[in-house]
């Protein structure tokens, strides 16, 4: 949102959930945009119901655009995010799958359900949450028609929506791909970012990493068809979150060594 303001020249506002990593804020601001957190929103769904509120009614007020990551309010713009279903589907073609999904609000695994259901493919769509931010998850796999409104305690960045903005949507269009619900730990999330770098050195955010513990659940439960391809939405770079580098590398500085000799010592005694 703040690259594309900048590119167009159009001033960027953003209103933060209270809990956002400042690694994440910082990149915004780098694009000249102007943020301020607000107390207690991503938290608790009453809070988010007024910002939400107040947002459409302040842009309508100013005669300017307001987006949110979610079909309910941003139809449009989320329209385009249903092409990461379109190219799964594509890249299988009459093939089996699954494709594990982390949400919060929801918006990104509504779209790429829908995308896969639109080009009727032989795939199937789960929704993976945070045990702190329990929406939808839950409800999908109780069988449930609605999600569920949560004060989040998840210390997973990005998935700290407690509302219920896209939970039903999710609820209807998951249930009818076959999907169901998996809920992970944060502990597993951060676990598995640490995984997913050193083996396969791929560099996430911790939300990301949230659709990697849900295989696992999967695997555990023995709800993961060998006959599947299996995918994990991995969307955003672990830069956005500066708190679970350090967790994963920890705080220790990088030592200075005198020579080259004493570099190539090191190597050669971790040979």
Same mark, same amino acid.
């Given at each position: 949102?703040?690259?594309?303001?900048?590119?167009?020249?159009?001033?960027?506002?953003?209103?933060?959930?209270?809990? =956002?990593?400042?690694?994440?804020?910082?990149?915004?601001? =780098?694009?000249?945009?102007?943020? #301020?957190?607000?107390?207690?929103?991503?938290?608790?769904?009453?809070?988010?119901?007024?910002?939400?509120?107040?947002?459409?009614?302040?842009?309508?007020?100013?005669?300017?655009? /307001?987006?949110?990551?979610?079909?309910?309010?941003?139809?449009?713009?989320?329209?385009?995010?249903?092409? &990461?279903?379109?190219? &799964?589907?594509?890249?299988?073609?009459?093939?089996? /799958?699954?494709?594990?999904? %982390?949400?919060?609000?929801?918006?990104?695994?509504?779209?790429?359900?829908?995308?896969?259901?639109?080009?009727?493919?032989?795939?199937?769509?789960?929704?993976? #949450? %945070?045990?702190?931010?329990?929406? &939808?998850?839950?409800?999908?796999?109780?069988?449930?028609?609605?999600?569920?409104?949560?004060?989040?305690?998840?210390? $997973?960045?990005?998935?700290?929506?407690?509302?219920?903005?896209?939970?039903? #949507?999710?609820?209807?269009?998951?249930?009818?791909?076959?999907?169901?619900?998996?809920?992970?730990?944060?502990?597993?999330?951060?676990?598995?970012?640490?995984?997913?770098?050193?083996?396969?050195? $791929? /560099?996430?955010?911790?939300?990301?990493?949230?659709?990697?513990?849900?295989?696992?659940?999967?695997?555990?439960?023995?709800?993961?068809?060998?006959?599947?391809?299996?995918?994990?939405? &991995?969307?955003?770079?672990? /830069?956005?979150?500066?708190?679970?580098?350090?967790?994963?590398?920890?705080?220790? %500085?990088?030592?200075?060594?005198?020579?080259? =000799?004493?570099?190539?010592?090191?190597?050669?005694?971790?040979?």
């Amino acid at each position: 949102m703040a690259a594309y303001c900048a590119r167009a020249g159009i001033a960027c506002h953003l209103a933060i959930v209270e809990g =956002a990593p400042e690694g994440k804020l910082r990149q915004m601001r =780098a694009y000249g945009a102007q943020l #301020q957190r607000v107390a207690d929103f991503g938290k608790m769904p009453a809070v988010n119901a007024a910002v939400f509120t107040g947002l459409q009614d302040l842009a309508a007020e100013l005669n300017a655009g /307001f987006e949110v990551s979610a079909f309910s309010i941003s139809p449009h713009g989320m329209a385009g995010v249903k092409t &990461i279903g379109y190219e &799964i589907a594509a890249a299988f073609g009459k093939e089996r /799958f699954a494709v594990f999904s %982390p949400a919060g609000g929801g918006g990104l695994t509504l779209a790429v359900a829908r995308g896969v259901a639109e080009s009727a493919a032989n795939g199937r769509v789960h929704c993976v #949450q %945070p045990t702190g931010n329990d929406t &939808i998850a839950s409800a999908l796999r109780e069988g449930a028609r609605r999600a569920r409104p949560v004060d989040s305690t998840t210390a $997973i960045s990005g998935l700290q929506v407690g509302s219920v903005l896209d939970g039903d #949507q999710v609820i209807s269009a998951c249930r009818g791909l076959g999907g169901t619900g998996y809920v992970v730990s944060d502990e597993a999330a951060f676990a598995w970012q640490a995984r997913l770098a050193t083996d396969e050195g $791929i /560099f996430c955010e911790p939300a990301c990493a949230v659709s990697l513990a849900g295989v696992e659940a999967a695997v555990a439960a023995g709800e993961v068809d060998a006959a599947e391809h299996v995918v994990c939405l &991995i969307t955003g770079v672990g /830069f956005k979150d500066e708190t679970s580098v350090i967790k994963m590398a920890g705080e220790t %500085p990088t030592p200075l060594v005198p020579t080259f =000799a004493e570099f190539a010592a090191a190597v050669r005694a971790h040979w």
